[in-house]
Protein backbone atom coordinates (compact mmCIF):
# COMPACT_ATOMS: atom_id res chain seq x y z
CA UNK A 1 0.00 0.00 0.00
CA UNK A 2 2.97 2.43 0.77
CA UNK A 3 4.40 1.92 -2.39
CA UNK A 4 0.99 2.90 -4.63
CA UNK A 5 0.58 5.58 -2.59
CA UNK A 6 4.29 7.20 -3.05
CA UNK A 7 3.24 6.56 -6.65
CA UNK A 8 0.25 8.46 -6.56
CA UNK A 9 1.64 11.32 -4.62
CA UNK A 10 4.69 12.13 -7.09
CA UNK A 11 2.30 11.06 -10.27
CA UNK A 12 0.03 14.15 -8.85
CA UNK A 13 3.28 16.63 -7.67
CA UNK A 14 4.81 15.93 -11.37
CA UNK A 15 1.62 16.74 -12.99
CA UNK A 16 0.65 19.69 -11.24
CA UNK A 17 4.56 21.40 -11.08
CA UNK A 18 4.13 21.21 -14.53
CA UNK A 19 0.57 22.82 -14.88
CA UNK A 20 2.41 25.85 -12.78
CA UNK A 21 5.81 25.64 -14.87
CA UNK A 22 3.97 26.14 -18.38
CA UNK A 23 1.68 28.55 -17.45
CA UNK A 24 -2.03 26.64 -17.12
CA UNK A 25 -1.78 27.59 -13.25
CA UNK A 26 -0.87 30.94 -12.97
CA UNK A 27 0.16 33.16 -9.92
CA UNK A 28 -2.50 33.68 -7.62
CA UNK A 29 -4.78 31.05 -8.57
CA UNK A 30 -6.02 28.95 -6.30
CA UNK A 31 -5.82 24.72 -5.92
CA UNK A 32 -8.40 22.95 -3.97
CA UNK A 33 -7.51 19.91 -2.38
CA UNK A 34 -11.43 18.39 -3.16
CA UNK A 35 -11.09 19.89 -6.95
CA UNK A 36 -7.25 18.26 -7.66
CA UNK A 37 -8.75 14.91 -6.06
CA UNK A 38 -11.64 14.64 -8.12
CA UNK A 39 -9.50 15.29 -11.43
CA UNK A 40 -7.21 12.32 -10.35
CA UNK A 41 -9.69 10.19 -9.31
CA UNK A 42 -8.01 9.52 -5.90
CA UNK A 43 -8.45 10.31 -2.12
CA UNK A 44 -6.73 13.76 -1.10
CA UNK A 45 -4.55 11.87 1.05
CA UNK A 46 -1.72 12.00 -1.75
CA UNK A 47 -3.04 15.15 -3.00
CA UNK A 48 -1.93 17.22 0.35
CA UNK A 49 1.61 15.54 0.48
CA UNK A 50 1.79 17.19 -3.41
CA UNK A 51 1.01 19.90 -2.33
CA UNK A 52 3.73 19.85 0.50
CA UNK A 53 5.99 18.72 -2.41
CA UNK A 54 5.44 21.77 -4.79
CA UNK A 55 5.49 24.22 -1.39
CA UNK A 56 9.12 22.83 -0.33
CA UNK A 57 9.67 23.86 -4.20
CA UNK A 58 8.50 27.32 -3.91
CA UNK A 59 5.73 27.01 -6.11
CA UNK A 60 2.46 27.11 -3.92
CA UNK A 61 1.80 28.79 -0.47
CA UNK A 62 -0.13 27.18 1.85
CA UNK A 63 -2.09 29.56 4.40
CA UNK A 64 -4.48 29.32 6.85
CA UNK A 65 -6.99 31.45 5.64
CA UNK A 66 -6.11 31.54 1.57
CA UNK A 67 -5.89 28.17 1.44
CA UNK A 68 -3.40 26.79 -1.46
CA UNK A 69 -2.61 29.96 -3.86
CA UNK A 70 -0.03 29.10 -6.91
CA UNK A 71 3.08 31.65 -6.03
CA UNK A 72 4.38 34.01 -8.76
CA UNK A 73 8.12 33.36 -9.86
CA UNK A 74 9.83 37.24 -10.42
CA UNK A 75 12.48 38.81 -11.88
CA UNK A 76 13.43 40.16 -7.99
CA UNK A 77 13.64 37.06 -6.75
CA UNK A 78 15.52 35.13 -8.79
CA UNK A 79 17.73 37.86 -9.20
CA UNK A 80 18.43 38.23 -4.99
CA UNK A 81 19.24 34.34 -5.35
CA UNK A 82 21.48 34.38 -8.13
CA UNK A 83 23.61 37.50 -7.32
CA UNK A 84 23.98 35.94 -3.65
CA UNK A 85 25.00 32.81 -5.45
CA UNK A 86 27.22 34.66 -7.85
CA UNK A 87 29.13 35.88 -4.76
CA UNK A 88 29.46 32.71 -2.94
CA UNK A 89 29.16 29.89 -4.69
CA UNK A 90 32.11 30.50 -6.82
CA UNK A 91 34.08 30.87 -3.12
CA UNK A 92 32.35 27.73 -1.89
CA UNK A 93 33.66 25.71 -4.99
CA UNK A 94 37.24 26.99 -4.67
CA UNK A 95 37.34 26.19 -1.23
CA UNK A 96 36.20 22.52 -2.04
CA UNK A 97 38.62 22.27 -4.83
CA UNK A 98 41.96 21.07 -2.19
CA UNK A 99 39.13 19.03 -0.02
CA UNK A 100 37.12 17.33 -1.82
CA UNK A 101 37.43 13.54 -1.98
CA UNK A 102 37.68 10.96 -5.14
CA UNK A 103 34.53 9.36 -4.34
CA UNK A 104 32.51 12.70 -4.62
CA UNK A 105 34.39 13.50 -8.10
CA UNK A 106 33.25 10.30 -9.52
CA UNK A 107 29.44 10.48 -7.93
CA UNK A 108 29.65 13.87 -9.26
CA UNK A 109 30.76 12.10 -12.87
CA UNK A 110 27.36 10.14 -12.71
CA UNK A 111 25.37 13.07 -11.93
CA UNK A 112 26.77 14.70 -15.12
CA UNK A 113 25.66 11.52 -17.08
CA UNK A 114 22.20 11.71 -15.78
CA UNK A 115 22.11 15.01 -16.79
CA UNK A 116 22.87 14.23 -20.44
CA UNK A 117 20.46 11.92 -20.63
CA UNK A 118 18.27 13.72 -18.64
CA UNK A 119 15.26 15.88 -20.86
CA UNK A 120 12.75 16.47 -17.97
CA UNK A 121 12.98 20.14 -16.22
CA UNK A 122 12.60 19.17 -12.82
CA UNK A 123 14.17 16.01 -13.21
CA UNK A 124 17.25 17.68 -14.72
CA UNK A 125 16.78 20.55 -12.07
CA UNK A 126 17.13 18.44 -9.33
CA UNK A 127 19.85 16.96 -10.42
CA UNK A 128 21.90 20.03 -11.01
CA UNK A 129 21.22 20.79 -7.32
CA UNK A 130 22.93 17.05 -6.61
CA UNK A 131 26.15 18.27 -8.75
CA UNK A 132 26.98 21.34 -7.58
CA UNK A 133 26.23 19.91 -4.11
CA UNK A 134 28.24 16.80 -4.53
CA UNK A 135 31.22 18.58 -5.98
CA UNK A 136 31.13 21.07 -2.41
CA UNK A 137 30.32 18.67 0.24
CA UNK A 138 33.58 18.42 1.26
CA UNK A 139 32.33 21.54 2.83
CA UNK A 140 29.53 21.21 4.90
CA UNK A 141 30.96 21.58 7.98
CA UNK A 142 31.02 25.02 7.11
CA UNK A 143 28.63 28.34 7.55
CA UNK A 144 29.03 28.88 3.65
CA UNK A 145 27.74 25.26 2.44
CA UNK A 146 24.62 25.91 4.23
CA UNK A 147 23.89 29.42 2.94
CA UNK A 148 24.95 28.16 -0.76
CA UNK A 149 22.65 24.87 -0.09
CA UNK A 150 19.65 26.36 0.53
CA UNK A 151 20.04 28.89 -2.31
CA UNK A 152 20.26 26.06 -4.30
CA UNK A 153 16.77 24.59 -3.27
CA UNK A 154 15.09 28.02 -3.94
CA UNK A 155 16.63 28.36 -7.16
CA UNK A 156 15.23 24.93 -8.11
CA UNK A 157 11.84 26.26 -9.77
CA UNK A 158 13.79 28.98 -11.53
CA UNK A 159 15.70 25.98 -13.24
CA UNK A 160 12.78 24.14 -14.03
CA UNK A 161 10.95 27.02 -15.88
CA UNK A 162 13.59 28.43 -18.32
CA UNK A 163 14.03 24.81 -19.45
CA UNK A 164 10.73 24.54 -19.60
CA UNK A 165 10.54 27.68 -22.20
CA UNK A 166 14.15 27.44 -23.24
CA UNK A 167 14.95 23.61 -23.31
CA UNK A 168 17.88 24.04 -25.99
CA UNK A 169 19.97 25.21 -22.80
CA UNK A 170 20.63 21.53 -21.55
CA UNK A 171 23.11 21.20 -23.85
CA UNK A 172 25.04 24.75 -22.70
CA UNK A 173 24.27 24.09 -19.35
CA UNK A 174 26.16 20.34 -19.39
CA UNK A 175 28.65 21.82 -21.32
CA UNK A 176 29.58 23.96 -18.89
CA UNK A 177 29.49 21.08 -16.15
CA UNK A 178 31.55 19.23 -17.75
CA UNK A 179 34.27 21.64 -17.76
CA UNK A 180 33.74 22.62 -14.26
CA UNK A 181 34.05 18.55 -13.30
CA UNK A 182 37.30 19.26 -15.64
CA UNK A 183 38.24 21.97 -13.06
CA UNK A 184 38.13 19.76 -10.01
CA UNK A 185 39.56 16.91 -11.74
CA UNK A 186 43.14 18.97 -12.76
CA UNK A 187 42.47 20.66 -9.23
CA UNK A 188 42.56 24.09 -10.43
CA UNK A 189 40.70 26.52 -7.83
CA UNK A 190 41.14 29.75 -10.03
CA UNK A 191 39.63 27.85 -13.04
CA UNK A 192 36.91 26.36 -11.00
CA UNK A 193 36.19 29.64 -9.29
CA UNK A 194 35.89 31.41 -12.61
CA UNK A 195 34.11 28.63 -14.58
CA UNK A 196 31.33 28.84 -11.59
CA UNK A 197 30.88 32.01 -11.74
CA UNK A 198 30.64 33.09 -15.39
CA UNK A 199 28.07 29.86 -15.38
CA UNK A 200 25.64 31.39 -12.45
CA UNK A 201 25.97 34.91 -14.49
CA UNK A 202 24.98 33.10 -18.17
CA UNK A 203 21.71 30.72 -15.73
CA UNK A 204 20.73 34.48 -14.08
CA UNK A 205 20.52 35.76 -17.59
CA UNK A 206 18.47 33.02 -19.20
CA UNK A 207 16.04 32.13 -16.23
CA UNK A 208 15.34 36.26 -16.55
CA UNK A 209 14.64 36.11 -20.19
CA UNK A 210 12.10 33.04 -19.09
CA UNK A 211 10.32 34.68 -16.34
CA UNK A 212 9.21 37.72 -18.39
CA UNK A 213 8.90 35.35 -21.06
CA UNK A 214 6.29 32.93 -19.15
Keep these: ?8 EQRV ?3 LRNDILSGKYRPGDRLRQDEVAKRFDISTTPVR ?3 RGLRSEGLISIDANKGVVVRGLTIDDVTEIYELRIILEPL ?6 GSMKTESLVLAGKIHDE ?5 APHQW ?10 LMVSESHTRLFEMVKNLLVVAEPYVSLSIFVHPKILLTDNNDH ?3 LEGYRQKDANRVE ?3 RKHLQHTLETIQASVNKG
Design 178 to 180: FNI
Design 49 to 51: EAF
Design 194 to 196: KIV
Design 13 to 15: LTL
Design 92 to 97: LAKKAV
Design 115 to 119: MCAAT
Design 1 to 8: MQNVFKTL
Design 125 to 134: SSLNRDFHLQ
